[in-house]
């Protein structure tokens, strides 16, 4: 893979992981409504970044 080729899949795989991660918030909490599904989700990306940088 070209380096460009292997950066746009890095890109790729990560809006896959957030995607499936999204979906996996519906299907824990279906009785959340769209915005704070969105909240929780950003709080708990929020959570995942290194603070290290």
Not at 6 to 34: C, N, V
Request: proline share 4%; glycine share 2%; hydrophobic share 35%.
């Amino acid at each position: 893979m070209s380096p460009e080729q292997r950066l746009l899949k890095a890109f790729e795989l990560s809006q896959f992981s957030r995607d499936l991660f999204l979906h996996g918030l519906r299907k824990r909490f279906p009785d959340l409504s769209e915005a704070e599904i969105k909240k929780l989700y950003l709080e708990r990306l929020n959570k995942c970044h290194n603070r290290n940088y």
